[in-house]
C-alpha cells in the first residue's frame, strides 16, 4: 500500500509543477485579429503578463527596477 501512496503522491506533485510552468509570451506581437495564446498585448489585458515585463509598440519589455543611484542620476 505504500508504494502506490508514494505513486498518487508524486503524479500530484507533476501535475502542479505544470500547472504553475506558464508559456512566457511571445517577444513581439504578430498583429492577427484573433490574438494567439501567447501574445503579449491580450496576456498584458488579462493580467496573466509575467511580473517585470511590459508591452510597449507591440513588443515585450522587461522592466528595469529602479535604485536610488539611477534616481539620483535621472534627477
Given at each position: 500500500?505504500?508504494?502506490?501512496?508514494?505513486?498518487?503522491?508524486?503524479?500530484?506533485?507533476?501535475?502542479?509543477?505544470?500547472?504553475?510552468?506558464?508559456?512566457?509570451?511571445?517577444s513581439?506581437?504578430?498583429?492577427?485579429k484573433?490574438?494567439?495564446?501567447?501574445?503579449?498585448?491580450r496576456?498584458?489585458?488579462?493580467?496573466?503578463?509575467?511580473?517585470?515585463?511590459?508591452?510597449?509598440?507591440?513588443?515585450?519589455?522587461?522592466?528595469?527596477?529602479?535604485t536610488?543611484?539611477?534616481?539620483?542620476?535621472?534627477?
Amino acid at each position: 500500500m505504500g508504494k502506490k501512496k508514494d505513486k498518487a503522491k508524486l503524479k500530484a506533485k507533476a501535475k502542479d509543477k505544470k500547472a504553475l510552468k506558464k508559456k512566457m509570451p511571445k517577444s513581439k506581437c504578430c498583429v492577427s485579429k484573433d490574438r494567439c495564446k501567447r501574445c503579449p498585448i491580450r496576456m498584458l489585458k488579462e493580467g496573466t503578463l509575467p511580473a517585470g515585463y511590459t508591452v510597449k509598440k507591440r513588443k515585450l519589455v522587461k522592466i528595469e527596477k529602479l535604485t536610488k543611484k539611477k534616481l539620483a542620476k535621472a534627477a
